[in-house]
């Protein structure tokens, strides 16, 4: 139905079952809640029942999509009742299950019944309520740790976190925790490993793979699982050959927790820092050489595009302009002569930029480089000692930089986390006076915490770091 369609005075009979509620058994299944409400609503007489449903949906989110219709159709005047089987149906956020039962609900006179906890707006408030909300919230929070837990032991025993293997690999029918090459995937992906080490980018492999018409990664899986096969089956798009050039687990090694979240209550997954994750090599045969894969991620870094006459630089993206800080661009014409290759700052822009037209012959700049290699490699056999100084010198200085970057670092944090407490105070002032609305509030106060939680954790670390023993000692090691 459309809005228009939608009766007045409606009486929402609103059921919500998640993958952990359904462990419970039949009493909180989608069918059972629909039975009990139906009757309920029937019995007394409450007209125009209607059903929003949200099943396989976590209560700690209000994001579901019946809840959201129901919500919205609340807020166009025409839902008189809301009726779940129990509290925990309807969330379990006490704070936002507090704000939709005591603000949300009573501001625009809906009535609100829960029918296993013997809640009803019209019979005044239950002091007891509060507390059930807070123990539903408890329950998602427990079962949140648990699941962690649970995570983190098979994480950390080496089995695959990911439910489908990558693209190139299948399951092992013998045992499906188990990943064995897909020979005819596999030969693709050697392919465009292959492609990426001769010089050609994401967006050349995939125009390559279309042409030849390879099927694209979805194609594929529709394929083998007999569903309906998409529209274009040969175009492969860039994004999808770069996560192929990007995953380790071609080396035949496992790579757990690249991502986590911050809360049970934010769904968003952040990438995980390097030494975070947990890599166990040797799982399952490999498909890329390790020097391949490693060759591709240098080549991947330094990201190097062909211009038009189809030339490639020797040195496109390691060279950066000395006033500036910006890259040099790779410029050559249709003349076949050496020398009329050079490289100009990308901030000059044709005099629209903000720096000159200072340039560098390419074969000027190989002169240079052949003359520093010539001259570092006689210091070294001329005089070892000297040449193992210099090389000491420079990582003292690097590391220095480094530890003074670190240092800044940490100051900001710190800065941060004063900063996060006078924002909460202030926000908090900005709720009791209705400056902002309470799930405004609510949605503010989740993220901010959740960043202060991360910055101290980063700054118990770094101080750990900072007061490490082995740090000065290596740092006493580098300066004599």
Not at 281 to 293: F, L, M
Request: proline share 4%; net charge positive.
């Amino acid at each position: 139905m459309t809005n228009t369609n939608y009766p007045d005075n409606i009486t929402a009979l609103y059921a919500r079952l998640s993958q952990e509620d359904a462990l419970d058994g039949e009493s909180n299944s989608i069918a059972n809640q629909k039975s009990i409400l139906l009757k309920y609503a029937t019995d007394n007489g409450f007209p125009n029942p209607l059903f929003f449903i949200d099943d396989g949906v976590s209560g700690v989110t209000f994001d579901r999509p019946g809840w959201n219709e129901m919500i919205g159709l609340a807020e166009m005047g025409k839902v008189k009742t809301v009726i779940v089987k129990d509290m925990s149906r309807m969330g379990r956020d006490y704070l936002k299950v507090g704000y939709y039962t005591e603000s949300f609900f009573a501001e625009r006179d809906i009535r609100y019944i829960a029918i296993n906890d013997g809640v009803d707006s019209d019979k005044g408030n239950n002091d007891f309520t509060p507390f059930r909300n807070l123990f539903n919230d408890f329950y998602a929070r427990d079962t949140s740790k648990k699941i962690r837990a649970m995570m983190r032991a098979k994480g950390n025993s080496g089995e695959h976190l990911c439910t489908n293997p990558p693209y190139g690999y299948r399951k092992d029918p013998q045992d499906k925790k188990k990943w064995i090459v897909d020979e005819e995937t596999a030969e693709v992906v050697k392919r465009i490993f292959a492609l990426c080490v001769d010089g050609k980018g994401p967006m050349q492999i995939a125009k390559l793979l279309t042409a030849d018409k390879v099927l694209t990664v979805k194609a594929h899986y529709a394929k083998r699982d007999g569903k309906p096969m998409p529209d274009n089956l040969y175009r492969w798009d860039y994004k999808s050959v770069a996560g192929i050039l990007e995953r380790p687990e071609y080396t035949g090694c496992t790579v757990n927790f690249k991502t986590y979240s911050k809360s049970h209550k934010l769904k968003k997954r952040l990438n995980n820092a390097p030494e975070n994750m947990r890599i166990f090599p040797n799982t399952q045969p490999a498909i890329v050489n390790e020097k391949v894969w490693q060759r591709v991620q240098e080549l991947r870094a330094n990201k190097r595009r062909p211009t038009k006459t189809g030339k490639q630089g020797l040195f496109s993206g390691l060279l950066y302009c000395a006033d500036c800080g910006d890259k040099l661009y790779f410029c050559t014409t249709n003349s076949f002569l050496p020398n009329q290759d050079h490289y100009v700052c990308s901030n000059y822009k044709s005099n629209t930029g903000t720096c000159s037209a200072h340039f560098i012959r390419e074969e000027t700049l190989k002169l240079f480089v052949l003359r520093r290699i010539f001259s570092v490699t006689a210091m070294f056999i001329d005089n070892a000692d000297d040449f193992r100084r210099v090389v000491q010198k420079q990582r003292f200085e690097e590391t220095e930089k480094a530890v003074k970057r670190r240092k800044k670092e940490l100051q900001q944090a710190k800065k941060r986390i004063s900063e996060l407490d006078r924002i909460f105070k202030r926000i908090y002032e900005d709720d009791i006076t209705g400056a902002i609305s309470h799930e405004r509030f609510l949605k503010l106060s989740a993220e901010y915490e959740a960043e202060q939680k991360e910055l101290t954790e980063f700054v118990k670390t770094e101080q750990t770091l900072t007061a490490s023993p082995l740090l000065s000692a290596s740092m006493w090691v580098l300066r004599n």
